[in-house]
């Protein structure tokens, strides 16, 4: 039987080029390296120049895709771009970057799922393929949370940085197995009764400002755990895949400490976890495409193999997805 799935066809990302170690992080609020480091795994950020917003790193990440698929503004015509850090309150960023590629048909349009905005992002625009309306997409994570960090807020300034990672994904028709290429599945949650513990204290409606992150770490860390292990065991149970099944596991890029505990409960080979929180921090929406990117890039990520994605953040909401690349 034939079914349509949604192919990864290009892949690109942008990092703004100014580091900040926890060494300067160190001369600014009362922390040290060895504190990051030892309960983040976090040694460096990216932090974007005033010039470049969100759309701007998007548009360089998406650019980037559209070039590894070797396509052009006319052939794309969706963009879901995953952002909690919009230039502005409307319209939506990913009209500016569909303006900046030079795309002028189709959809464009934001999604906020906080950190886990990708994965969000990547079932949302899998399902539009899936459903025919739409042929190519550009599934986009871009943040600059360094716009929203109160950079006197030890607790919460030292964990985030700022990037944009992109799919282009193509519809084709598979056989229907697992074997084929494309997205195999995804799953979605969210439960809004845990808003305090991860949120932006202002916003257009509320406090007509833009606000700044405010987290409970501990009690988002004891959810993240439990959560991601569970919504990944779902995609296993949904698709009779296990674990050893996995070439890749590209896991939210929020906290070593997390991304080690997940994978140990579920028993994943830690040689087969990406890991880039080291250099990138927290990116939020960005952290799993720049993560995918990378490992792309750098050759681990082949036609064929079976990657595997998870994400959660505020809300809270939480996902995975599995694609057979
Ligand atoms: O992407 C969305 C999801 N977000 C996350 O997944 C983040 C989840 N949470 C975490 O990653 C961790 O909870 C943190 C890294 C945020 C914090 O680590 P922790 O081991 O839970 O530390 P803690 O909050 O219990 O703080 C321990 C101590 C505290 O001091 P006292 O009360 O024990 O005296 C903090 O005040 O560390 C102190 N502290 C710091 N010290 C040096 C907090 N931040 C810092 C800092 N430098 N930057």
């Not at 009779?240 to 590209?250: E, M, N, P, Y």
């Amino acid at each position: 039987m034939s079914v349509r799935r949604s192919v990864v066809v290009g892949c690109g990302h942008y990092l703004p080029p100014r580091i900040v170690t926890n060494a300067d992080l160190a001369e600014k609020v009362d922390t040290s390296d060895d504190w990051i480091v030892e309960r983040t795994g976090i040694r460096e950020r990216r932090i974007a120049g005033p010039d470049e917003t969100t759309s701007v790193l998007a548009t360089r990440a998406a650019r980037a895709a559209m070039d590894d698929a070797g396509l052009g503004p006319d052939d794309i015509d969706l963009i879901v771009l995953a952002t909690a850090t919009p230039d502005y309150t409307f319209p939506s960023t990913a009209t500016q970057v569909q303006a900046a590629l030079g795309i002028t048909q189709g959809a464009a349009f934001d999604l906020q799922a906080v950190c886990s905005g990708f994965v969000f992002a990547l079932a949302t625009a899998d399902n539009f393929l899936k459903a025919g309306s739409h042929r190519r997409a550009l599934v986009i994570g871009a943040e600059t949370f360094s716009r929203i960090l109160d950079w006197e807020d030890r607790t919460t300034c030292v964990l985030f940085g700022d990037g944009a990672g992109a799919l282009v994904l193509e519809a084709q028709e598979g056989d229907g197995t697992l074997a084929d290429r494309g997205v195999l599945s995804s799953h979605l949650r969210s439960d809004g009764r845990h808003f305090d513990k991860l949120h932006v204290d202002g916003g257009p409606s509320k406090t007509m400002t833009t606000g700044h992150l405010r987290m409970e770490g501990k009690e988002v860390f004891r959810h993240a755990v439990t959560n991601l292990a569970e919504i990944v065991e779902e995609a296993f149970r949904a698709t009779g895949l296990k674990a050893d099944d996995i070439a890749w596991f590209v896991p939210h890029q929020a906290n070593r400490r997390i991304i080690d505990a997940t994978a140990r409960k579920l028993d994943v080979d830690p040689a087969k976890v990406v890991v880039t929180v080291d250099r990138h921090g927290n990116t939020s929406a960005a952290s799993i495409p720049l993560a995918v990117a990378e490992a792309y890039g750098d050759g681990r990520i082949k036609k064929g193999d079976l990657v595997l994605l998870e994400a959660m953040g505020g809300g809270f909401t939480w996902g995975s997805a599995l694609i057979r690349w």
